[in-house]
């Protein structure tokens, strides 16, 4: 009876991990998935992480099953990084924190949430998204529509496009917004332009749904990292924030996150706590416990947390270096003029060149480096040793 089921497309992202292993050529580079790799291109533990683990086995901390929302200590750290801890949603306890599998699990969460009490409410997404936006929708069968968000023509934000957009849309709609470092464009609101964002939505009662991927990782700052998702709260709205601890922490594989529902009243707040635990019942039964652990070793300990903040500093400073290094590349060989300054506005683990699939294609195939078809490169999958290279590469496949 299987006989009859088809073979699943590869993900567009993972996938090209899976196409890199499998070539054997010295010179190749995966700059497909977005995972922190050192200089030397090595997968990353943060001290900090092994400290708080070594703490964990020290003090012979147990494998119990977690309360259906997750490890308390963690849901509480979390939302007062996100927030702030003396922030009113937090005093005034109208956050609904439920410990996710990860940004992913907890997007999902989320959508299972809007799909139950939202009936045929739209999600809004920005054009271009993280591929997996799309799918979590999908799957969730929740309807979704697209913002104008990324301009090929100025490399740059369509912001009036966005705000048409979001203006267009049905009233009482969700708009997803990357909270920071836009994944795949690295183009981010400035903050002049995130109050007309939050007009909007007020003036539309839409419910604003930030995704932070990135909270740390991308300014190397946690605070100004969260100040998008701040001035919406300020402003009293309701809002839903999922949280992701794979790259500001490097727990990729222990999938740890969150989803906080920000509502008018701690009672409010209750009841959707109550929800969404009878959501995850069915789907999974409880979060793992580790990366929580983890990250309330790290965030709730003062000396572990200023070590982690150093730490990130030193992650984001990498991936900065790198891309002064390959706009410098490539604005010393390449002879055509174009101007290639959009490499270090953009911000985040991404450059995306503007790479067609064609010209995508050709990185790979003659060049050996290993990107997502849209023309997204990690740059934490590269070193200040292969900036030339990679500078080769681009040039003559943009010329190709
Ligand atoms: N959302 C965005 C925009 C991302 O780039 C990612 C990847 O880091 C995620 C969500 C979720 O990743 P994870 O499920 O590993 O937390
Ligand atoms: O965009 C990226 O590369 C990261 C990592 O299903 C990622 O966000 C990619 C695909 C996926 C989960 C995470």
Request: glycine share 8%; hydrophobic share 40%; aromatic share 10%.
């Amino acid at each position: 009876r299987f006989e009859g089921v088809t073979m699943a497309p590869p993900d567009p992202i993972l996938g090209v991990s899976e196409a890199f292993k499998a070539d054997n050529d010295e010179k190749k580079l995966n700059l497909g998935v977005g995972a922190y790799r050192t200089e030397e291109l090595q997968p990353y533990v943060l001290d900090v992480v092994k400290k708080a683990e070594n703490l964990m086995v020290e003090r012979g901390e147990n494998k119990e099953y977690l309360p259906i929302e997750g490890l308390a200590a963690f849901n509480k750290v979390t939302a007062e990084l996100l927030f702030g801890a003396s922030n009113p949603v937090i005093k005034e306890q109208r956050v609904a924190t439920v410990q996710g599998l990860s940004g992913t699990g907890s997007l999902r969460l989320a959508a299972a949430l809007i799909e139950r009490y939202f009936p045929g409410a739209k999600v809004l997404i920005s054009s271009p998204t993280w591929g997996n936006h799309k799918n979590i929708f999908n799957d969730a069968r929740v309807p979704w529509s697209e913002y104008r968000y990324y301009d090929p023509k100025t490399v740059g934000l369509d912001f009036d496009g966005m705000i048409a957009d979001i203006k267009a849309a049905p009233e009482g709609s969700f708009v997803l917004l990357h909270g920071c470092a836009h994944n795949p464009a690295g183009i981010d609101p400035t903050p002049e332009q995130w109050e007309k964002i939050a007009d909007v939505i007020q003036e539309k009662n839409h419910i604003p749904f930030f995704d932070v991927a990135y909270q740390g990782f991308a300014s190397g700052s946690l605070d100004a990292d969260a100040g998008s998702v701040r001035l919406f709260a300020a402003r009293g709205m309701e809002l839903l924030v999922a949280q992701s601890y794979s790259k500001n922490l490097g727990l990729y594989a222990e999938r740890i996150g969150a989803i906080n529902v920000v509502c008018t009243s701690a009672d409010a707040a209750a009841r959707v706590k109550s929800q969404l635990k009878r959501l995850a019942r069915p789907m999974y039964s409880n979060p793992p416990i580790h990366g929580a652990k983890i990250v309330a070793n790290v965030v709730g300990d003062p000396n572990l947390f200023n070590e982690w903040k150093a730490e990130m500093e030193m992650m984001a400073g990498r991936i900065k270096n790198v891309r002064k290094k390959l706009f410098d590349s490539l604005s010393a060989k390449d002879k055509s003029g174009k101007d290639w300054s959009f490499i270090l506005k953009q911000i985040g683990m991404f450059s995306f060149t503007g790479l067609n699939k064609a010209q995508s294609d050709n990185m790979t195939n003659k060049w050996h480096v290993y990107m997502t078809k849209d023309g997204r490169i990690s740059l934490a999958g590269l070193s200040l040793a292969k900036c030339e290279y990679l500078a080769d590469a681009i040039i003559d496949s943009f010329h190709n």
